[in-house]
């Protein structure tokens, strides 16, 4: 399966923070993180194909706390994984409505060491 397979499989219509664009006839694909880092950035964190199993990591690490269930977004893995994901891309902790709970802390304190 190539890169961009991996990527949409993931989200499969499971989740709006995947996007992408079309640079210098290049798919570049981000997940959107506007307002987990910081109040009023608009923000995103590119995936690539050397940071996809991270991403992919992430997703699973929240399905075995969570379950695969997509309803709020307090308890949507794939959402949960997303902040994981770019928590751990930037070594930085989410803040405010997006700190995610106690249990997901532990794991993304682990995934970061």
Request: hydrophobic share 45%; net charge negative.
């Amino acid at each position: 399966m190539n890169f961009h397979e991996r990527v949409l499989r993931l989200f499969n219509e499971r989740s709006t923070a995947l996007h992408w664009v079309v640079e210098e006839e290049r798919v570049k694909m981000y997940v959107w993180c506007t307002g987990v880092f910081s109040a009023d950035d608009q923000d995103s964190e590119e995936i690539t194909p050397d940071n996809i199993a991270a991403l992919e990591q992430a997703i699973a690490q929240m399905e075995a706390v969570l379950g695969a269930e997509t309803d709020p977004v307090w308890t949507d893995p794939v959402w949960n994984g997303v902040v994981l994901f770019v928590a751990s891309q930037r070594k930085r902790r989410p803040r405010g409505r997006h700190s995610i709970p106690y249990e997901l802390i532990r794991i993304a304190l682990a995934t970061l060491q």
